[in-house]
């Protein structure tokens, strides 16, 4: 007789509890219930799960693997009960996307408008914040798509597309020395202090490792979220100079208040859609799937 998978999720309750009598209150049903359901499981698996002999339910190594496993089986359960009441409440048209700090500034103003234009029953919800926290929300079901670097993803459930590869480039001060005299190679670059949007640590990590050069003790260095307060600092310094994709700065390099300087940057800047493999194909995610993959087409014909 095949078991029940309520059985398994007793079980689960019980360990969490440390108790019957507990379990049973959370599961809604009486001690005796509880306890009948719990001899059937264990007389079909023909092994004990718990130790009563101290007047506490003590769980066995098989009760331990049946929680640990069943967790995993609630969590995509509750998953897919989010899945099917969005789909089921006809909320068709809410797309929420992470975006990683460097591509946000770009992305977000011209997908928002391209969806509101051509697509104005489609509702776009963008949130930025660090990689770790945006990748634990997209395998959580709380985004559907994430525009970020790389993830270290194996064994999970997530697609990956790489959408734009392109190199990192210096930037200053138009009128900055390193303009009549760039360094030729990173450790020179270094003599000045470096102003950096809030990335990747895994930029820092390369740096230190191939270089020897640890960015976050550098004098003066300055770490600044919002590009536009970032550009106004090296604009207005002639110590300070900066490293991002061309794009990240592509109104202050139009503008002519920022100026690349020619000290290569030996490693480039890769930006990635991930998706969740299993999640339900709504109509409106693959609408914004087109017009972030068009947006950073049209990036890479900038750059």
């Known amino acids: ?42 007389s079909q698996l023909g092994e004990p799960l718990f130790d009563r002999s101290r007047g506490k339910s003590e769980p066995t190594d098989l009760a331990l693997f049946i929680a640990r ?7 995509e359960a509750e998953h897919l009960a989010q899945e099917v009441k969005r789909v089921a409440s006809g909320k068709l048209g809410l797309v929420k996307v992470g975006v990683s700090a460097v591509p946000a500034r770009s992305i977000i103003p011209s997908v928002a408008v391209s969806i509101s234009d051509r697509f104005p029953k489609v509702s776009l919800e963008f949130l930025t914040a660090p990689t770790a926290q945006l990748a634990e929300d997209l395998m959580q079901r709380k985004l559907d798509l994430l525009v970020c670097p790389e993830l270290e993803m194996a064994g999970r459930d997530v697609e990956s597309e790489l959408i734009l590869e392109t190199e990192i480039v210096v930037l200053a001060n138009p009128d900055h020395p390193m303009r009549k005299a760039p360094p030729t190679s990173i450790q020179g670059l270094f003599k000045y202090p470096i102003a950096l949007p809030i990335t990747e640590p895994h930029y820092y990590d390369r740096v230190k490792r191939d270089y020897g050069i640890d960015i976050n003790a550098i004098p003066g260095r300055i770490l600044c979220s919002d590009p536009s307060m970032l550009a106004q600092i090296v604009q207005k310094s002639t110590r300070h100079f900066t490293a991002a994709p061309r794009y990240y700065f592509a109104p202050e390099l139009q503008a002519g208040l920022l100026a690349t300087i020619n000290t290569p940057i030996p490693f ?30 049209a990036l890479r014909a900038q750059t």
């Open 1 to 42: 007789m095949p078991v029940n998978i309520r059985d398994f999720l007793d079980v689960r309750v019980i360990c969490e509890t440390g108790s019957l009598r507990k379990a049973a209150t959370l599961l809604g049903v009486t001690q005796p219930t509880l306890s009948v359901r719990l001899a059937h499981l264990e």
């Open 268 to 297: 480039g800047h890769s930006i990635y859609l991930h998706w969740n493999r299993d999640a339900y194909p709504l109509p409106a995610v693959k609408t914004v799937e087109k017009a972030i993959r068009e947006a950073f087409l």
């Open 69 to 75: 496993r069943t967790s995993v089986m609630a969590d």
